[in-house]
């Protein structure tokens, strides 16, 4: 596509139910990586997809976060037994690899009540 | 570790002026990238600008340019003729050589008076 899709644009769940972000990259793009920006916080790094190598998940805070890319395109990140901690922002972006910077999606924000 | 410090929670600017923003990083590598991003309401991060430590010259792209002091580690933006459309969240980046994590500074909230 011409740019990174993200869905949903909002979500609200319940504490303890499980959700799924998807991240739809550029196409071509080998890179994709996953951040979480809070309230009035910079951007954490979550975890990095290259190509056909293992992803970093160096930045996951937990057990229950965890994601997955099929095919090197589409990536899913699941939050297992959502706590209210969970609420924020949650960036996906793509690259071609490199130190030529990314392009992020316009992000989910997602609410737990 | 890679630490990014941007110190100006808020700043404002009138329109058509000129406003730098600025940042400090840590990093005991000699060989990294520095990126300023906007984050406009729409939430979507766009790049503005990209400057290689290894090269002295300042990266320009248009009314957007940096001043990059590489031993005060100091990577400032400087936005001339300032635009409404320039208003925004503005977040300066790091990024070691060979490897492709970005780590990020908190942000300065950039407000444009008409």
């Known amino acids: 596509g011409a740019g990174v899709s993200q869905s949903p644009s909002n979500k609200v769940t319940e504490k303890g139910k499980d959700v799924e972000l998807r991240c739809d990259p550029i196409?071509?793009?080998?890179?994709l990586y996953w951040y979480r920006q809070s309230l009035g916080q910079g951007l954490e790094f979550l975890i990095y997809f290259q190509g056909n190598s293992a992803p970093d998940k160096s930045g996951l805070p937990s057990d229950r976060f965890s994601a997955e890319r099929t095919g090197g395109s589409v990536s899913t990140l699941t939050i297992q037994r959502t706590q209210q901690e969970d609420s924020a922002v949650y960036l996906c972006?793509?690259?071609?690899?490199?130190?030529?910077?990314?392009?992020f999606g316009s992000g989910t924000r997602l609410t737990v009540v | 570790a890679q630490t990014v410090t941007q110190s100006q929670p808020e700043m404002s600017v009138q329109e058509a002026e000129t406003v730098t923003l600025s940042c400090t990083y840590d990093?005991?590598?000699?060989?990294?990238?520095l990126f300023w991003y906007k984050q406009p309401p729409s939430r979507q991060m766009i790049l503005v600008i990209r400057?290689?430590?290894?090269?002295?010259q300042n990266a320009t792209e248009n009314r957007f340019s940096v001043n990059f002091q590489k031993a005060a580690k100091s990577f400032s933006l400087k936005i001339s003729d300032s635009q409404l459309g320039d208003a925004a969240m503005y977040f300066c980046a790091s990024q070691r050589f060979g490897n492709e994590k970005l780590t990020f500074g908190t942000g300065t909230r950039l407000t444009i008076i008409p």
């Open positions: 400057q290689e430590a290894y090269k002295q």
């Open positions: 972006a793509s690259s071609q690899g490199g130190h030529y910077g990314y392009t």
């Open positions: 990093t005991s590598e000699s060989d990294y990238y």
């Open positions: 196409s071509g793009h080998t890179a």
